[in-house]
């Protein structure tokens, strides 16, 4: 639980360094461990679109090789890149700088 806790602050904080040690540290030896770990990743990805950390949403999918087709994050993600897209469609410089 403390786990899944700090994972999700590190999220918040995009501090990829603290999250991928955690993350190692915790599953390193464990199967079970590991499969009990991506309920707490699915809400550090959550807290990582909530804060746009970027970082970190870029560990979870290119690192972790998280499947962006579970219906937990598909939402999430779509919501982000929709705004972004939008954000640069109609040159919206405030939009563009709240979702770096």
Same mark, same amino acid.
């Not at 590190?10 to 955690?22: C, N, S």
């Not at 807290?47 to 087709?69: F, G, M, P």
């Given at each position: 639980?403390?786990?899944?806790?700090? =994972?999700?602050?590190?999220?918040?904080?995009?501090? =990829?360094?603290?999250? $991928?040690? =955690?993350?190692?540290?915790? *599953?390193?030896?464990?199967?079970? #461990?590991?499969? #009990?770990?991506?309920?707490?990743? $699915?809400?550090?990805f959550k807290e990582?679109?909530?804060?746009?950390? #970027? #970082?970190?949403?870029?560990?979870?999918? %290119?690192?972790?090789?998280?499947? =962006?087709?579970?219906? *937990?994050?598909?939402?999430?993600l779509h919501k982000?890149?929709?705004? *972004?897209?939008?954000?640069?469609?109609?040159?919206?410089?405030?939009?563009? %700088?709240?979702?770096?």
């Amino acid at each position: 639980m403390v786990s899944g806790n700090a =994972l999700a602050e590190f999220a918040a904080d995009d501090d =990829l360094d603290g999250f $991928q040690k =955690l993350f190692a540290e915790t *599953c390193k030896n464990d199967e079970e #461990l590991r499969n #009990l770990m991506f309920w707490h990743t $699915q809400r550090a990805f959550k807290e990582a679109i909530k804060y746009k950390s #970027l #970082l970190i949403i870029e560990h979870l999918i %290119e690192d972790l090789d998280i499947d =962006l087709r579970h219906e *937990c994050f598909g939402e999430l993600l779509h919501k982000f890149l929709f705004t *972004c897209s939008m954000a640069e469609r109609y040159k919206d410089e405030e939009m563009k %700088e709240i979702n770096r």
